[in-house]
């Protein structure tokens, strides 16, 4: 299956997965936090575990969106025949005889004298059908950033439009350079951690943190003020 172009991150899944466990985050610890009926230890101890899930939702968010990137990045990247292009069941032999040929090809590509005559070779490779050739005037043009001639070729030969200026702001944004890098910062950085989530250690091995008058929170529990 061919991996999606991503979207705006208001429109991305993981994006407001992370939002929304925000949002849930907030409105639960708050509920908790203001039901009388609930002792301080108990409080702790739920808001707690709370912001341990909140955490790992958005983690997981985090996660999926850089994975579906680098999936799409990968994806654009094979549009464009670069490298020699070996197969990895090509046997050894069949190995060198390729790898000859794409260095020979890659020679000449180096050798032309400028931007112009390397593009005749790359016609002249999709004219005759070689391949070590087309590989070599394309992988000299990525690197060398003449990307007219990546351009020209692939407006004849890809059909996902602007595909260089797509992967170049996946490389930006996966590498945390790109606008929508604030996003990311915004929607995957957890909330603050709160108190409760610090006390609940401490309060759950204290004899002080539960004296012995308690109240019933639900049946077969009971939960202490301190």
């Known amino acids: 299956m061919t991996p999606e172009s991503m979207p705006h991150p208001n429109d991305d899944p993981d994006h407001l997965a992370a939002r929304a466990s925000k949002a849930a985050f907030t409105a639960e610890a708050e509920r908790i936090r203001g039901n009388e009926n609930y002792s301080d230890r108990y409080k702790a101890r739920q808001v707690a575990a709370l912001y341990e899930r909140h955490t ?6 985090q996660e999926s969106v850089v994975e579906r990137r680098q999936g799409r990045l990968a994806y654009l ?18 190995r060198a005889v390729l790898m ?3 260095r020979v090809a890659m020679t000449a590509v180096q050798e032309a004298p400028n931007r112009q005559a390397r593009a005749t070779l790359l016609d002249e490779a999709e004219k005759y059908g070689d391949e070590a050739m087309r590989r070599a005037v394309l ?4 690197e060398n950033g003449e990307l007219p001639t990546v351009k020209a070729w692939s407006a004849q ?5 602007d595909h260089l200026d797509e992967a170049a702001k996946l490389r930006k944004t996966l590498a945390g350079q790109h606008f929508d890098s604030l996003w990311d910062r915004q929607d995957f950085n957890p909330l603050p951690k709160p108190q409760e989530a610090d006390d609940w250690p401490r309060m759950k091995d204290s004899p002080e943190g539960a004296p012995p008058v308690g109240q019933t929170v639900r049946p077969g529990v009971v939960e202490y003020r301190r």
Do not use: M
């Open 100 to 102: 000859t040929a794409f």
């Open 56 to 61: 790992a939702e958005v983690a997981r968010a």
């Open 157 to 161: 030969h890809v059909e996902v439009a």
């Open 77 to 94: 990247e094979g549009l464009v025949p670069v490298g020699p292009g070996i197969p990895d069941d090509t046997s050894p032999a069949d």
């Open 139 to 142: 992988t000299f043009a990525l």
